[in-house]
């Protein structure tokens, strides 16, 4: 066969083409975005009847939309736990809000250091043992996002609302403005530092909306000011948070990074009760329940190029980013402690893997007493593992979890409950430390306490106790902790006050 010399040429300018983009597909850029409370109905594309959320439905439109995306846990920490880990947080120590995570566990963070990408994180942090409002963190804090492998940090200890006081590596600053768009635009000044460099780059933002307390933009609780003061609170934070995500998605684009980039979005627990209209989209219970309302969030995929943009039931779980991101990124397996709960879901953005509609295994849940395992198609739980009694649920024709199969379905309960009380049992062996070396935990958890009860914020306190967020806290304690000197230590208390 002949080759032309054009046909050379074209060889010799498109193989090294091909093999720059080889190579940027295999170190992608990675972004997870995480609301705060943020229940499974409250976006536009499941039809909300008051809030418009246009950009993440136009995210949602352009990806991998999961109508059945499930947190880590019904609470805010175990789920930040588990994103950071790719384990059910049970296993990392951090069994419910306001738990440190282990510094034994390896993070995201960590390992895609080690593989020269840069690492930030925004906003909401809950993985060093505080309890209360957000607070700055002070830079020699343990277990502070720098310390689990976070480059750049501009952080709080807890949930955060509008003008909030956040923490850069260290450095307590003033910000002005809604807590959404001020994580958004700190976040997109790290894209715009290190993009074009030689690191791809690692971004978490995790929002403080809409956790209590409310308070919204005059212009954003607009549109519900017949609901009451909390309602029309709560859903105008939605209203500045959704405008976020339009801003990071434009600035991807303006940055020509949107096609090297995985953009995840989700919320750290199902949504709150009390909130009109009601958050879950129909499903049963909220915020702190293993049933679905408690656990099911929203969840979109987004990677123009990449990912084929469509709607799928496919079960998947926020555990299941860490094993993506080491797919994808080559990362060998080690980086990760095991065993590891969630499985890569690569596979899915083709339209690959659910085909068949099978899970490799089955997601699990466990929170103080109960337990929840979750398949392809059916729900065991239990609200008192103690109790030993089980429901049953058929979530393909009962996604409200109405009709309890357990008295029908006795085969399909004895062998779901088989499986979850051995993979509880693997989680007993975690928590005990079987899964580091030398098989404990070391150091030994510390018990959660509020940031305001400790040591090192003692010197803060005349200034911040009238802070519209913090002085709630403060007058609940009036009389006890830090102005009795009864607060723990935590850290050595160099944080910088910065205006």
Not at 233 to 262: C, N, P, Q, W
Not at 414 to 427: F, H, I, P, R
Request: contains cysteine.
């Amino acid at each position: 066969m002949r080759i032309s010399i054009l046909s050379c040429l074209l060889i010799v300018l498109f193989v090294p083409l091909f093999g720059q983009l080889s190579v940027a597909a295999e170190k992608p850029n990675f972004i997870f975005v995480m609301a705060d409370d943020m229940g499974w109905g409250q976006t536009g594309y499941r039809g909300h009847p008051l809030l418009k959320t246009p950009n993440l439905d136009a995210m949602a439109a352009n990806g991998l939309r999961f109508d059945r995306f499930y947190a880590g846990g019904p609470v805010c920490s175990p789920t930040r736990a588990s994103v950071l880990t790719g384990r059910s947080h049970d296993r990392t120590g951090v069994l419910s809000h306001g738990y440190a995570l282990r510094t034994q566990e390896k993070t995201i963070a960590q390992a895609l250091k080690t593989a020269g990408y840069v690492t930030g994180h925004f906003g909401k942090w809950h993985l060093n043992g505080l309890r209360g409002p957000g607070a700055p963190i002070f830079a020699d804090d343990p277990r502070s996002p720098g310390a689990f492998g976070f480059d750049e940090w501009v952080s709080v200890t807890n949930f955060y609302d509008r003008d909030p006081m956040m923490s850069r590596q260290g450095e307590f600053e003033e910000f002005t403005g809604d807590s959404s768009e001020i994580a958004v635009d700190e976040a997109v000044k790290f894209l715009d530092r290190h993009r074009g460099g030689e690191n791809p780059i690692f971004a978490v933002i995790w929002y403080g909306t809409p956790h209590s307390p409310f308070k919204a933009a005059d212009d954003d609780r607009a549109p519900f000011v017949h609901l009451d003061k909390e309602s029309a609170d709560h859903y105008g934070e939605l209203v500045a948070m959704d405008r976020s995500i339009g801003t990071l998605r434009a600035k991807l684009r303006e940055f020509a990074l949107e096609k090297d980039t995985l953009l995840v979005f989700c919320s750290d627990n199902g949504g709150l009760p009390r909130i009109t209209p009601e958050t879950v989209g129909g499903l049963r219970g909220f915020k702190g329940s293993v049933y679905e309302g408690g656990l099911r969030v929203p969840g979109i995929f987004e990677w123009p190029g990449t990912i084929v943009p469509r709607v799928t039931s496919y079960p998947a779980c926020v555990m299941d980013l860490f094993p993506t991101v080491v797919d994808l990124s080559g990362l060998p397996e080690d980086v990760m402690v095991h065993p590891v709960d969630g499985h890569s879901l690569r596979p899915l953005f083709a339209g690959g893997s659910e085909a068949s509609g099978k899970r490799e295994a089955p997601i699990g849940f466990r929170y103080n007493k109960a337990r929840a395992l979750i398949d392809d198609r059916y729900k065991l739980l239990t609200t008192d593992r103690e109790k030993g009694v089980y429901e049953l649920y058929d979530l393909s024709s009962d996604p409200a979890e109405s009709i309890d199969l357990a008295a029908t379905e006795t085969a399909i309960l004895a062998q779901m409950k088989e499986q979850l009380l051995s993979w509880d049992k693997t989680m007993d062996a975690s928590f005990a430390g079987k899964d580091y070396p030398g098989g404990e935990v070391s150091p030994p958890d510390p018990e959660p306490v509020s940031w305001y009860e400790t040591e090192p914020y003692r010197p803060f306190e005349a200034s911040w106790k009238e802070r519209w967020e913090f002085k709630p806290y403060y007058d609940r304690t009036k009389g006890y902790g830090i102005e009795k000197g009864k607060g723990k230590a935590k850290g050595e208390g160099k944080g910088k006050p910065k205006n």
